[in-house]
């Protein structure tokens, strides 16, 4: 449902020369030559009868050195009016593309992103800069003859070097060599080649180690007095690569390292990537019953506590501390369920490509069911001490607002869209595993400031346990034996093992998503042929692109509204980096 | 589809000038003041981690509760046949290759060094079995992958060392950590043919153990029931 149709896609090659439309799955990609591409984007996003408004990623698919041209860019764009997304792509001629970000702002980081990954240059791009790596980092990691261990070239000495000197055997000879790392000097080029052209006197850094940061992110405001005039960001500090490994490891061995992006809702990251394996095997559609309740249900109850933690920490920023530990103690009890379930409290890994890998344990339900019940009286406990007081009000209500427009511009999604009046929520709009089967609301806000934000998020945390109640009514109508598993028919045909031995995807692209309480998050998986390992994985992190409004949204206001905003944004590092 | 428009009234004259938002959040904290505490006092009280926790693997040993294909898998890779007592590991490497960190396991089998004549000539044993949990993930996947289960998560979760070198662990200590663990805790977590139970729990039931859990369960933990139509009843011990 939520793709464009052949027919309407069919209609574009009237307008445009040498389109090639090619249909995967339901899945629809249009391939124009690159002199077309702005022209038909253009007419994508301001012609009637597609409205492709929303630009919701991009990204460089590298088919290694002995094809020519070398690189594909992928755009990815969803219509608001019509609910429809499509891919278009196109070949780099020469390792150059146009930029995208005279149509839509947002494409900026996209495109430093491709450029640090892939080395590929975008004419007109007004700062084409590294974004995770630092300014002098010679190489293109994403590039297929990058190494996956990365160029070994410095040597940090372990602990185990420091006491045995050379002395080292066997397995505790850990490798010495590791990959660069960037000296002070390198920072210092970084941060002046993130902002080239600073008015006032002094750049204040904030982090990249600050409590207020929530993780490793490094701003840089360029100010008068106590306003921001200008704004930028490094990040990096944690980018492990994650697409890298995933080229080059199986497919449910990868669902791990997924759980290590968002680590906070790693339930949710898990739910993201497996929807999008089982749409490239096509076999959503047939995976147990029980197994899409409970994911369902995980997921939600993980969505809960992700917005746990939000509060906890934004009301902490703000200065309600008891907040934090009223919040604390109810994730806590999430907490316990999960270890119960899942064996972990923290990085899950409980979903798998088919199913789930056990069922639920004896009184899983119940305790679920105990602490559901306790949710919204809890909720309303927190609003008391915040919706109406006013501190908390002046500190929120018209702070940083972030417009419809900037929602389509910069492909924001999530509560922090929502809460701008946009109802983009994937799980109405494509909905996966069992959400087509419970009743809930999107909340949406109407002015789209902090304080909206902070209230669609509070919404979402009742409605989801409004979900919860419907998966636990639906789930005691299981039996103890029905699968949670998906049995393939032909194993010979198609493997699939919770494990992940042997399994291999076919050949074929697909773009899944979720919702995931920091925004859309989709996994876009390229398969040249059948294979164990994918070809190529991107990851569409809400939180990167949501973290990029910052730089906007923070122009014109005092030094501490940044708090104010970075909170309700809610990115996570580990997610935004990858 | 449901929309639902979210916003709050503005604070009214009456609210500003009597203070009635302080006064509500007050009376939540104050209500929270009289409340128990919820801070399990570790490590003074001890928490024992859930059934199926996920914590420092151990490897099985032979104890008469194997699979039915145990010993088909022996004569598959053809290993030595295991005494009580001795490991159940086969060096398959389906661990290894199931794992998404595959070099953190060093896993060699050895042929015995016996005359021809002898029965287990020509016979392989494990030689050597080694992990390095310091790029260990706890994902559970290597578990999910033995044939013979011989590899299980355990539930000890402090690791933490002053070198490295500490975290790598060999056979012999990881025998003795499933050992352990099997004769503490491994009538919970598997059955006579050393699958995970059906019934097992989504927290351990004894009373003890209950007791500090229901500390961080307001005083009020859930009683646990069978979660589909069909489960028996579990009478707590
Ligand atoms: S728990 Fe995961 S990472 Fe650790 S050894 Fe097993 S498979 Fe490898
Ligand atoms: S999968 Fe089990 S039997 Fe095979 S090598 Fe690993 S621990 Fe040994």
């Not at chain 1, 190494?147 to 070239?153: A, D, N, Q, R």
């Not at chain 1, 959400?435 to 934000?453: A, H, L, Q």
């Amino acid at each position: 449902m939520s793709w464009i149709s052949v027919e309407k896609a069919e209609k574009l090659k009237q307008k445009f020369e040498n389109l090639t439309i090619e249909e995967n799955n339901g899945y629809l990609t249009v391939e124009t030559p690159k002199e077309n591409l702005i022209n038909l984007l253009k007419t994508l996003k301001e012609d009637p009868e597609y409205q492709f408004k929303m630009f919701i990623d991009f990204t460089i698919i590298d088919h290694d050195t002995k094809s020519n041209p070398r690189f594909q860019g992928v755009y990815i764009l969803y219509s608001p009016q019509y609910k429809e997304r499509i891919i278009i792509k196109t070949w780099a001629i020469n390792e150059e593309l146009p930029t995208l970000t005279t149509l839509w702002t947002g494409a900026k980081w996209a495109e430093r992103e491709a450029y640090d990954m892939f080395g590929i240059k975008f004419e007109g791009h007004e700062n084409l800069v590294r974004m995770f790596m630092w300014e002098n980092y010679p190489y293109y990691p994403l590039r297929k003859d990058f190494p996956l261990k990365g160029y070994e070239e410095v040597e940090l000495p372990s602990l185990n070097e420091e006491e045995r000197g050379d002395q080292l055997e066997g397995l505790f000879n850990y490798s010495r060599m590791h990959t660069a790392i960037p000296t002070l000097q390198d920072l210092e080029i970084t941060q002046k080649a993130r902002m080239p052209k600073k008015s006032s006197q002094i750049v204040l850094n904030w982090g990249p180690l600050h409590p207020g940061t929530h993780g490793t992110i490094w701003f840089l405001f360029d100010l008068d007095g106590e306003y921001v005039q200008k704004c930028d960001i490094i990040i990096g500090q944690l980018h492990r690569g994650v697409e890298k490994i995933a080229e080059n490891i199986g497919y449910q061995q990868f669902i791990p390292y997924t759980d290590r992006m968002d680590y906070i809702a790693s339930i949710n990251e898990n739910h993201a990537y497996v929807i999008a394996a089982e749409k490239l095997m096509d076999i959503h559609d047939k995976i147990p019953e029980k197994a899409k309740w409970i994911r369902t249900l995980m997921a939600e109850l993980s969505r809960i506590n992700s917005h746990l933690l939000w509060l906890g920490t934004y009301a902490l920023d703000l200065g309600a501390l008891t907040m934090f530990l009223y919040t604390f103690r109810e994730r806590e009890k999430i907490m316990d369920i999960f270890e119960g379930i899942t064996g972990a409290r923290f990085t899950i890994n409980y979903f798998r490509i088919g199913g789930v890998f056990a069922d639920l344990p004896y009184g899983a339900l119940d305790a679920i069911e105990s602490f559901i019940k306790e949710l919204p009286k809890r909720v309303d406990d927190y609003e008391r001490l915040l919706t109406r007081n006013r501190i908390w009000v002046s500190r929120n209500k018209d702070i940083c607002v972030i417009t419809e427009e900037d929602v389509y511009d910069y492909g924001l999604t999530g509560a922090v869209a929502r809460a701008s009046g946009v109802p983009y929520d994937l799980r109405k709009i494509d909905p996966y595993d069992m959400y087509t089967e419970v009743d809930f609301d999107i909340p949406v806000g109407d002015k789209g400031d902090s304080y909206d934000r902070y209230l669609v998020r509070m919404e979402e945390i009742r409605q989801s346990s409004k979900i919860v109640h419907q998966c636990i009514e639906k789930l005691r109508k299981f039996s103890k034996n029905d699968p949670y598993f998906f049995q393939s028919e032909d194993p010979k045909k198609l493997k699939i093992s919770i494990d992940g031995r042997g399994m291999k995807l076919p050949q074929g692209e697909v773009y899944a998503s979720t919702d995931n309480p920091r925004g859309e998050l989709g996994f876009y998986i390229f398969n040249k042929k059948a294979g164990i390992k994918p070809y190529r994985v991107r990851i569409r992190s809400g939180a990167f692109y949501n973290l990029q409004i910052f730089t906007k949204a923070i122009i014109g206001r005092p030094i501490a509204d940044a708090i104010t905003l970075l909170s309700t944004l809610d990115p996570v590092v580990g997610e935004t980096d990858r | 589809m449901g929309i639902k428009k979210v916003g709050t009234k503005s604070q009214t004259i009456i609210e500003k000038i009597f203070f009635l938002d302080f006064m509500k959040g007050l009376s939540t904290t104050i209500k929270h003041l009289f409340k128990r505490t919820i801070t399990v006092t570790f490590p003074y009280e001890i928490l024992e981690p859930t059934i199926r926790f996920r914590g420092v693997h151990g490897l099985r040993n032979v104890d008469g509760t194997e699979a039915d294909d145990f010993m088909s898998w022996i004569k598959k890779l053809k290993i030595k046949p295991p005494e009580k007592g001795e490991t159940r590991c086969i060096a398959c490497k389906f661990c290894q290759a199931a794992c998404p960190v595959p070099e953190l396991f060093t896993i060699k089998a050895e042929k015995l060094n016996v005359p021809e004549d002898h029965p287990h000539h020509g016979l392989k044993i494990l030689a050597v079995f080694d992990m390095d949990l310091s790029k260990c993930m706890f994902c559970g996947l290597c578990t999910q992958a033995c044939p013979t289960d011989c590899i299980i998560h355990t539930d000890i979760y402090d690791l933490s060392s002053y070198t490295r070198r500490n975290w790598v662990l060999n056979k012999e200590m990881l025998s003795q950590i499933a050992d352990d663990f099997i004769a503490r805790r491994g009538k919970e977590k598997f059955d006579e043919k050393s699958k995970w139970r059906e019934d097992q729990t989504v927290w351990p039931l004894h009373e003890e153990d209950l007791k500090i859990r229901a500390k961080l369960w307001d005083g009020n933990i859930p009683q646990l029931g069978p979660n589909y139509y069909d489960q028996s009843d579990k009478t707590t011990n």
